[in-house]
């Protein structure tokens, strides 16, 4: 399939991992928005929120255990991070494969842009 975050996952394209098991994959983001930014994606090919139903909906669960455990590591959860998903065209989505964005160590303003 002719998803880049798809052939990050299966190592065709070469990522800064953080975290991985077999359900999910966590790596850094290459245009980092923050200090720390790092994407959280499930191994599966989910293309965005809107593909979240009964049958798919426990990974976003994990996702948010692996991000808990991940701001810990990384030492921002004390201090507070952002976590982000974009979804479709005008919510900002450039890779049609659901991501969650975990900006931290800085100040983050709200509301976005
Ligand atoms: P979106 O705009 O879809 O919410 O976020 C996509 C994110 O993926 C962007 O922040 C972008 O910098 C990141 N990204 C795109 N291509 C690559 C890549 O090949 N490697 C990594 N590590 N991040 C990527
Ligand atoms: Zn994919």
């Known amino acids: 399939m002719n998803c880049i975050f798809c052939k990050i996952i299966n190592g065709e394209i070469q990522s800064k991992k953080i975290y991985e098991d077999e359900k999910v994959y966590a790596f850094y983001d290459i245009n980092p928005e923050a ?3 790092f994407l959280v994606i499930p191994k599966e ?15 976003i669960s994990h996702i ?5 455990k991940l701001v810990r590591e ?6 507070g991070y952002r976590i982000v998903n974009n ?5 900002g989505q450039t890779v049609d494969h659901m991501h969650f964005h975990v900006l931290g160590g800085r100040g983050l303003k709200w509301p976005p842009g």
């Open 35 to 37: 200090p720390v930014h």
């Open 45 to 59: 090919h989910i293309i965005s929120a809107n593909e979240i139903s009964e049958i798919n909906s426990n990974i």
């Open 64 to 68: 948010f255990l692996v991000i808990n």
């Open 74 to 79: 990384l030492g921002i959860n004390k201090e």
């Open 87 to 91: 979804c479709g065209e005008l919510g």
